[in-house]
């Protein structure tokens, strides 16, 4: 009877805990919504239920949301207002866990672009004929072997 009794205290308790934990976290949350200026928000590592939590609110906030991490310890759930959704390149530098730079994915998208029309132009202009042999040898190879 003491042991269901204390028991019950500590899911009592544990309920509170989530209850105040989502009350926090909403207003965590409507705070990012009035702040005009900020696209998305990092919270800090939280564990697996908390972060259910949150995402739940941002879900019901009309947010978006996903966790970033390797590992349980530092996973961490950054929220995104629908205008400013994240694009696939950004969400893959957040999974490698890197910071996303707008500017540097632009180089990387033009150096992309640049690449792409180089070989589309090689490809265009066929290969390149190999260009004169270097030493006698290189030249009269298939008369002479290459011993």
């Not at 500590?10 to 409507?30: A, G, N, T, W, Y």
């Not at 792409?116 to 132009?121: D, L, N, P, S, W």
Request: proline residues 7%.
């Amino acid at each position: 009877p003491e042991q269901a009794a204390r028991m019950k205290k500590l899911q009592e308790q544990d309920k509170r805990q989530k209850v105040e934990f989502r009350k926090r976290m909403e207003q965590e949350v409507s705070q990012f919504i009035q702040a005009t200026g900020e696209p998305r928000r990092r919270f800090q590592p939280m564990n697996k239920i908390e972060r259910s939590i949150l995402h739940d609110v941002a879900e019901v906030a009309g947010l978006t949301s996903f966790s970033f991490g390797d590992d349980e310890e530092s996973r961490y759930v950054m929220v995104f207002k629908k205008e400013f959704a994240p694009s696939d390149e950004e969400l893959e530098a957040y999974r490698r866990g890197e910071e996303w730079d707008p500017a540097r994915a632009e180089e990387r998208r033009r150096l992309r672009e640049l690449a792409a029309q180089q070989e589309e132009v090689e490809l265009e202009c066929g290969p390149a004929p190999p260009g004169p042999p270097n030493d006698y040898k290189d030249k009269y190879r298939h008369l002479i072997g290459s011993d």
